[in-house]
């Protein structure tokens, strides 16, 4: 089965602490994403990479940091400076950057107290 | 930068009305795209609009693409339970911007 994997879909965390949440694609896809969702809002851009070992700043990237060292997989690590760091992130995969449809895994829910 | 913007934020119907969801961006977009999220899910991508003035269907949903491909719609026909969930845009040119989207609830 092709898709596009995330875990855990649960993570509860100590403030302070860091916390890489993991996005595996089998989909030969070269461009990958990661993107923040709050309660009732839309979908906002942290990080994305058009190719492995290639990575760039979305709108909200402070906090955050990623690696893309295999194209199969873009893991995410939320730092102790992310302030807010208690959202629901989700993996995105495309054939190429933008204006590619853009495939979703089941997202990781994140709760830091 | 580019922003899209989309209303309404929510839109309660009873089963067998009309929805209507409406995106704008504030530059011109080289295309826009359509995804749909259940609740607890995950966004599911449904179409994309590239030309001017397109306008593509799938069953009951009727998609639309400005002339100025700044805008767009989503329209549903006789909305059933199954069509629950929160609706988002995303527009591209140099880089993809999502809507807020609008979180679609149906009284059966």
């Known amino acids: 089965d092709g898709g596009i994997t995330q875990s855990p879909k649960y993570l509860f965390r100590k403030e302070g602490q860091n916390v890489t949440l993991s996005c595996e694609q089998n989909?030969?896809?070269?461009?990958m994403y990661w993107y923040r969702q709050d309660p009732g809002q839309g979908l906002r851009l942290i990080y994305y990479s058009q190719i492995v070992n290639d990575f760039q700043k979305g709108d909200i990237a402070e906090g955050y940091s990623v690696s893309r060292e295999k194209k199969e997989s873009f893991p995410l690590t939320v730092t102790s400076a992310q302030k807010n760091p208690t959202a629901f992130y989700l993996c995105?995969?495309?054939?190429?950057?933008?204006?590619?449809?853009?495939?979703f895994g089941p997202g990781t829910r994140l709760t830091v107290t | 930068g580019q922003q899209v913007m989309q209303i309404p934020q929510y839109q309660h119907v009873q089963e067998g009305e009309d929805f209507t969801t409406y995106c704008n961006s504030s530059?011109?977009?080289?295309?826009i795209q359509w995804y749909k999220q259940r609740p607890g899910g995950h966004p599911v991508f449904l179409i994309q609009l590239v030309k001017s003035g397109e306008v593509k269907k799938q069953k009951r949903l009727t998609f639309q693409f400005g002339e100025a491909k700044k805008n767009s719609s989503l329209h549903i026909t006789a909305t059933q339970t199954t069509d629950v969930g929160t609706y988002f845009c995303a527009g591209s040119n140099n880089d993809m911007r999502f809507g807020a989207g609008t979180r679609l609830t149906v009284k059966p």
């Open positions: 530059t011109t977009l080289s295309n």
């Open positions: 989909l030969n896809h070269d461009a």
């Open positions: 995105a995969s495309s054939l190429g950057l933008w204006g590619y449809e853009q495939y």
